[in-house]
């Protein structure tokens, strides 16, 4: 489908003391010229968050209701350290924001902490409407956390299956403790989305970087299933420099008709003098295929 007109939203905090939340909508209009196309066209508050600490918040764009249009799902930090996850209900053709809707995700989390958001989307039932993939770190049990969720028609998060069975190894900074990446896509060739999970799993002084898969069974009761991991480098003792990126896609050609979707995936190591290694997967039930 080919797109002729576009609009975007920026999710930001404003005041000096960082306590509300705003979206701004602009408009993209490719009949313009270049250096003319983005046009403002509506901001609203998302939340008040209480807190002069709030410093995480994503956003992903998700038809979750079917109908060809993109919606919109807020996540960000609130005032005792948990996670809220708004949906709003907006004008499509003025961007106002008529209303919203919003859960609390207990995170247990003490002062200080900046939780990290991973944010994922796929159709995982076949029904024609996206389902929200949320990942965070819990800081109560050290447990890299996936959860996917459904949302109705009254715009309401309904959690559909968690897992969380992979440990995030414990550093000095706040920033330091969320190193992780997710990705959703159908790795195994079945027409279900899976999701592919890459940590950094504090192993001795080694601080292992890994990658797990999932499938997501739909079948009555949801649920996450782990398929297989692989050490996929170190980082090495040092305490900095743990960085990684995790996405997938058609990178890899079985033969002439047949293509495979691939794990891509890149960290800084620095126990080889801090250089950039980027590696490609191929993922099967248990295990890996490395290609490179």
């Known amino acids: 489908m080919m797109v002729k007109d576009a609009e975007f939203v920026l999710l930001h905090s404003t005041k000096s003391n960082n306590q509300t939340l705003v979206a701004d909508f602009f408009d993209y209009d490719l009949k313009v010229a270049v250096n003319a196309r983005i046009k403002t066209k509506n901001s609203s508050d998302v939340t008040t968050t209480g807190s002069s600490g709030m410093k995480s918040m994503d956003t992903i764009t998700l038809d979750f209701d079917g109908d060809k249009f993109d919606d919109i799902v807020y996540v960000n930090q609130n005032n005792n350290k948990g996670i809220t996850i708004t949906v709003p209900v907006f004008d499509r053709r003025t961007l106002i924001t008529n209303s919203s809707q919003s ?6 989390a003490s002062s200080g902490y900046v939780p990290r958001f991973r944010l994922g989307k796929a159709d995982f039932d076949l029904d024609g409407k996206d389902e929200l993939v949320f990942a965070f770190r819990n800081f109560a049990t050290e447990k890299a956390t996936i959860q996917i969720y459904k949302i109705g028609t009254n715009n309401i ?20 403790e969320d190193v992780y ?4 896509n159908d790795f195994d060739g079945d027409l279900v989305p899976d999701i592919a999970l890459a940590n950094m799993a504090n192993v001795g002084s080694n601080n292992d970087f890994k990658l797990y898969t999932y499938s997501v069974n739909t079948s009555e009761t949801w649920s996450i299933i782990a398929k297989g991991s692989v050490v996929i480098g170190s980082g090495g003792n ?18 002439k008709n047949q293509r495979q979707i691939s794990l891509a995936v890149a960290y800084i190591d620095p126990a080889d003098n801090l250089k950039v290694k980027r590696q490609l997967y191929v993922a099967s039930a248990p295990s890996f295929k490395d290609q490179g």
């Not at 040092?238 to 033969?255: D, E, F, H, P, Q």
């Open 103 to 108: 859960i609390i995700v207990s995170n247990a």
């Open 238 to 255: 040092i305490n900095n420099y743990k960085v990684m990126a995790l996405s997938s896609g058609l990178y890899t050609v079985r033969n």
């Open 157 to 176: 998060p309904v959690l559909q299956a968690e897992i969380a069975d992979v440990s995030f190894g414990f550093l000095g900074g706040s920033w330091e």
């Open 181 to 184: 990446d997710i990705t959703v």
